[in-house]
């Protein structure tokens, strides 16, 4: 185990190396290294947890549930606050501990700690607000009731690419609603994860509430997960093809399901658009965490009128993005999580090149590291090649021409997924038809940034199904149940 001064936090005891179960940290025999993909350094060594481990957590969460259940939505809300009051006192240390592990620039992700600390802010209000109903009977010696209750103990997946907010756009709901919580966290970036839990215990929120196990054993802590008879909802958020496989195993018991999957998001900029506006909301629509967003613009559209204009504006703008190491100041492009990954993208550009696409920037690795890909732009490109076709998941913007309003909405249409969308326009008559013509969860109109915990976040077709964040977020952490009360006649 190493020392954590080398970190440069502030409190060191945020960065913790077991698996958190029923209010204990669980040592195991055998370590998983956390690298930071800026240099393949170790930064921490984190015990490997498995499937016995994975039960007792479940075991913890299962016994914890009545307990918690039972406390009034007020007293939740009080534990909560505490906890989101801690995140935020911590955030630049959590911030750090995620570019660390992660890579994503400093300043972007003490904007991710501060975006997942507004879910649990709001949830801890929203759980006050579970309302029931009375209907109108069909005869008057009856009475009919609709309360909503905690489904359960519920089990999560989540993934590296936003290691705190996806936990806690989660466990917020959860917990608010009267759950408690089960969670494996990516095994490249547990510390994030960790650090969440040591700070769920400063806040006083019992044992087995929040429960964190991580482990390299993805099929064997999965399929508990899954599977197992006391967990009543699983949400997961990843790829569309391990989420497919997630959903299977869950049928098996009939869980609960909610899933935040791949996606293959269109930008479209239309001729009456402000071209400039439009740029700057593509740049941070792409770039931030170096494409690594189930929401990046995967596909840039734009209309034949303007496209000349508008690629001239957005290749000088992406030329000018700093690419480095997150911990060092004006840097705008991080490392990606790793070469793999890279290698990935590499293929993507190679391939859609031989298929006719032109580089106009960008296209290699960067000296920075084995693991940062330059911002990258291809022109002359068409919805069949691979790098539309595909979810980039890299730093890689292609930019495709359209003639008009239906063209448009039928290729950005033309993929299974259907989580973000975004466009540029001015007329408001093309808005509401291109709103509603797009097959997607989300729409972002003249704006690049559209998540925030008041608002439902969650995609249609194959990007999964649920919804997280606002008032809606709620719903899939309860369960209606009607009460019919006879006999009430004279």
Same mark, same amino acid.
């Given at each position: 185990?190493?020392?954590?001064?080398?970190?440069?936090?502030?409190?060191?005891?945020?960065?913790?190396?077991?698996?958190?179960?029923?209010?204990?940290?669980?040592?195991?025999?055998?370590?998983?290294?956390?690298?930071?993909?800026?240099?393949?350094?170790?930064?921490?060594?984190?015990?490997?947890?498995?499937?016995?481990?994975?039960?007792?957590?479940?075991?913890?969460?299962?016994?914890?549930?009545? +307990?918690?259940?039972?406390?009034?939505?007020?007293?939740?809300?009080?534990?909560?606050?505490?906890?989101?009051?801690?995140?935020?006192?911590?955030?630049?240390?959590? /911030?750090?501990?995620?570019?660390?592990?992660?890579?994503?620039?400093?300043?972007?992700?003490? /904007?991710?700690?501060?975006?997942?600390?507004?879910?649990?802010?709001?949830?801890?209000?929203?759980?006050?607000?579970? *309302?029931?109903?009375?209907?109108?009977?069909?005869?008057?010696?009856?009475?009919?009731?609709?309360?909503?209750?905690?489904?359960?103990?519920?089990?999560?997946?989540?993934?590296?690419?936003?290691?705190?907010? +996806?936990?806690?756009?989660?466990?917020?709901?959860?917990?608010?609603?009267?759950?408690?919580?089960?969670?494996?966290?990516?095994?490249?970036?547990?510390?994030?994860?960790?650090?969440?839990?040591?700070?769920?215990?400063?806040?006083?929120?019992?044992?087995?509430?929040?429960?964190?196990?991580? /482990?390299?054993?993805?099929?064997?802590?999965?399929?508990?997960?899954?599977?197992?008879?006391?967990?009543?909802?699983?949400?997961?958020?990843?790829?569309?093809?391990?989420?497919?496989?997630?959903?299977?195993?869950?049928?098996?018991?009939?869980?609960?399901?909610?899933?935040?999957?791949?996606?293959?998001?269109?930008?479209?900029?239309?001729?009456?658009?402000?071209?400039?506006?439009?740029?700057?909301?593509?740049?941070?629509?792409?770039?931030?965490?170096?494409?690594?967003?189930?929401?990046?613009?995967?596909?840039?559209?734009?209309?034949?009128?303007?496209?000349?204009?508008?690629?001239?504006?957005?290749?000088?703008?992406?030329?000018?993005?700093?690419?480095?190491?997150?911990?060092?100041?004006?840097?705008?492009?991080?490392?990606?999580?790793?070469?793999?990954?890279?290698?990935?993208?590499?293929?993507?550009?190679?391939?859609?090149?031989?298929?006719?696409?032109?580089?106009?920037?960008?296209?290699?690795?960067?000296?920075?590291?084995?693991?940062? *890909?330059?911002?990258?732009?291809?022109?002359?490109?068409?919805?069949?090649?691979?790098?539309?076709?595909?979810?980039?998941?890299?730093?890689?913007?292609?930019?495709?021409?359209?003639?008009?309003?239906?063209?448009?909405?039928?290729?950005?249409?033309?993929?299974?997924?259907?989580?973000?969308?975004?466009?540029?326009?001015?007329?408001?008559?093309?808005?509401?038809?291109?709103?509603?013509?797009?097959?997607?969860?989300?729409?972002?109109?003249?704006? /690049?940034?559209?998540?925030?915990?008041?608002?439902?976040?969650?995609?249609?077709?194959?990007?999964?199904?649920?919804?997280?964040?606002?008032? *809606?977020?709620?719903?899939?952490?309860?369960?209606?149940?009607?009460?019919? +009360?006879?006999?009430?006649?004279?």
């Amino acid at each position: 185990m190493q020392e954590h001064q080398e970190l440069g936090l502030q409190d060191n005891q945020l960065v913790r190396s077991f698996s958190y179960i029923n209010g204990r940290w669980h040592s195991s025999d055998s370590y998983i290294s956390v690298t930071n993909p800026a240099n393949g350094k170790v930064i921490a060594q984190v015990s490997n947890a498995g499937v016995v481990e994975t039960e007792l957590a479940v075991k913890a969460a299962k016994d914890a549930l009545k +307990m918690w259940s039972a406390k009034s939505a007020n007293e939740r809300a009080t534990l909560m606050r505490n906890w989101f009051n801690l995140i935020m006192e911590n955030q630049d240390d959590l /911030g750090r501990i995620l570019t660390l592990e992660q890579g994503k620039p400093l300043a972007e992700a003490k /904007g991710e700690i501060g975006y997942g600390a507004a879910f649990i802010e709001w949830f801890a209000e929203e759980g006050k607000r579970v *309302y029931g109903d009375t209907i109108p009977a069909p005869s008057g010696d009856k009475r009919i009731i609709v309360i909503k209750q905690p489904v359960g103990v519920v089990a999560s997946v989540t993934p590296w690419n936003f290691p705190n907010a +996806m936990i806690a756009r989660k466990a917020a709901a959860a917990l608010s609603a009267g759950c408690t919580f089960v969670v494996r966290p990516a095994t490249q970036t547990p510390l994030s994860a960790l650090a969440m839990a040591e700070l769920a215990e400063r806040a006083g929120i019992p044992a087995g509430v929040f429960n964190v196990v991580v /482990g390299e054993d993805a099929h064997g802590i999965g399929k508990v997960l899954t599977q197992h008879p006391d967990i009543a909802k699983f949400t997961f958020t990843g790829s569309t093809p391990v989420g497919k496989a997630l959903i299977s195993q869950c049928a098996t018991s009939v869980k609960k399901v909610s899933m935040e999957l791949g996606g293959n998001a269109p930008f479209i900029v239309f001729d009456d658009a402000d071209i400039d506006a439009a740029v700057q909301g593509a740049l941070v629509s792409k770039y931030r965490n170096a494409g690594q967003t189930c929401v990046c613009t995967n596909r840039i559209f734009v209309q034949k009128g303007v496209i000349e204009q508008f690629t001239k504006k957005f290749t000088s703008a992406v030329a000018a993005l700093a690419i480095g190491d997150g911990l060092t100041d004006g840097v705008s492009i991080g490392p990606m999580i790793s070469s793999d990954a890279v290698c990935d993208v590499e293929l993507l550009v190679k391939d859609s090149i031989t298929a006719g696409a032109i580089l106009a920037l960008g296209g290699e690795r960067d000296q920075a590291g084995d693991a940062f *890909y330059q911002p990258t732009i291809l022109t002359n490109v068409t919805n069949d090649m691979p790098i539309a076709k595909n979810e980039i998941f890299g730093p890689v913007t292609p930019i495709i021409s359209f003639e008009d309003e239906d063209e448009v909405i039928a290729m950005a249409n033309d993929t299974e997924y259907g989580l973000a969308s975004y466009f540029y326009a001015r007329d408001i008559g093309r808005i509401w038809r291109v709103a509603e013509g797009l097959e997607y969860g989300m729409v972002g109109i003249n704006e /690049g940034m559209i998540s925030n915990a008041a608002a439902p976040f969650g995609g249609v077709k194959q990007s999964g199904n649920g919804r997280e964040g606002s008032k *809606y977020g709620l719903d899939d952490y309860l369960e209606i149940k009607y009460l019919c +009360m006879g006999g009430l006649g004279k």
